[in-house]
């Protein structure tokens, strides 16, 4: 009768091992105590040596399962005894449940969270996850960081401020500053930026290693739903998790334009300029079209900027974007919205841009034209099918709990597509991971403040007065104009505007939009707001300090109670 060889158990802790290679095969004729496997604990590799002396007839557990302690693995009996029919059932049996077992036995795999991408999304996640007690590795293949840190929101806003600071010295005679002299040097001005750049990315790291989190730089793609191989140059290695956050965000889109494409550039190339364009065509007047137009008009390009839709800024209120239409106008700014940029006459010195507006062609000479027509997800080298994760061209598909399709995999920022924002991805981040970890998350993801870092900046959150109309709420408009506002006459800035949208009936507020010096900062009341379910007349009764901005947004709110105080 043939004899069972089970799994062992070396150690008191030990509940299963993993069957790393048969050093017999079926058939074999084996000694009692020759080695015929190599089984590995969690703690270390050993040989299992036969029971019994005799042929080796069957083997159950394949090379790679888990198998439970005591578990059989392999049967040793005479030469050319067969087993009996109930032993091969239960044998089978044993040998597929295991191998299935080995994707989703938290024990077997080397984390219990791998994040993909050290974005905000992805390096919030992976502290966060290791914070709630998860051992936690992240992947990067560049930077960390990612888009945001590296060539998005930082390296933009360092230059901003730059602006800023330049459009101070050519005013300062308003002020009273007189004889101001000054010259911009592009070189230092970049070299500060890569330093603020640089700062935070040591930041990232230092938070990630005081969190446990292990950073494996590499190029992730998945072999299954646990595993994923990270190849870096020429090595190559093997990760198991069991769970997995896919955070590989998003790519510039590139659109060829007929007649050549050398004079063009994305936001990457962009940040990077060792000379500021003398002229430069912008194509694309969303949030990333109007900073660069802020940036470059500032620092002395001439700058066209070409919008195909009849408003800057799709998708935020249009009585805001209209207003900073207008400043950028005043700031030099030649806009063309309604506007299509059909072709580049390549040239030396200079190319021509024909920008086609309402069927009439507008010939534009320019150094450089950059394009910022959107963004698509990042999901090159991925190799989604191996783990059978569904995405379309919009990004990977996720439900509410930011899972996606396969049950251990969770997907977040850019990449899964809709509002491409930092701060966003990061809310998202926590979301997937304490989600994945058991917990039921309220991290509120729905409340999405949108801001832009023009000169003055917009912000808003909500609903704007468009998506109201049509979605025939009953809702009240109230707005306070900044030229009313002591703290903005005082900092010599004071056109804008801040407008509310509050329910008629009982005054919640559905949606704020400010045009202001530090909207960016002001929206944040009204996200705590909205995130309250919060009034107006909540807003209007909170004590504001003065002289602030902030005193802008109670002032509007004080408007929708009807009992206006400042304003005319
Ligand atoms: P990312 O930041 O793109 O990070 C993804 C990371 O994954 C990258 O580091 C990438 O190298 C890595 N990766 C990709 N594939 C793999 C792989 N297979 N293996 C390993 N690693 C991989 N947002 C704002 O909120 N405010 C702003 O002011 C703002 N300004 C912007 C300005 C510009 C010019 C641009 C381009 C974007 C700006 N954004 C801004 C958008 C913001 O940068 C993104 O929304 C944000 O970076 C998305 O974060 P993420 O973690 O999803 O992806």
Known sequence: MAEKVIMPQLGLTMKEGKLVHWIKKVGDEVKKDE????????????ELEAPVGGTLIKIVAQEG???PITDTIAYIGEPGEELQDNIIKESVEIESSKIEQKNIDKEDTDCDVLVIGGG???YVAAIHASQLGAKTKLIEKDKLGGTCLNRGCIPTKALLHTTEIIKKFKNAESYGIKNVEFKVDYAVIQKRKNDVVKQLRNGVQYLLKKNNVEVIKG???FKDKNTVLVKENDTERTITSEKVIIATGSEAV?????GGNNSIITSNEALELEEIPAEIVIVGGGAIGVEFATIFSNMGSKVSLVEMLPQLLPGMDSEIALILENELKQNGIDIYTNAKLTEIKEGKPQNIAVVNQQNKNIEIKTEKILLAVGRKPYLAGLNLGKANVNYDNKGIKVDEQLKTNVDNIYAIGDVIGGILLAHLASAQGIKAVENALGKNSYQNTDIVPAC???NPEVAGVGLTEEEAKKQGLNYKVSKFPLKSSGKALAIGNNSGLVKILSDKKYGEILGVHIIAPRATDLIAEA??????EGTVEEIATTIH????????VAEAAHIACGTPIHAG
């Open 527 to 532: 996200c705590l707001a909205m995130r309250m």
């Open 452 to 454: 832009i870092y023009t």
């Open 254 to 258: 590139k659109i060829n334009i007929p």
């Open 35 to 46: 080695p015929i496997a190599e089984i590995e604990s969690d703690k270390a590799t050993f």
């Open 65 to 67: 399962s888990i198998v």
């Open 219 to 221: 190029v992730a793609s």
């Open 545 to 552: 300090a003065h002289p602030t901005l902030a005193e802008c």
């Open 120 to 122: 905000p999304g992805g």
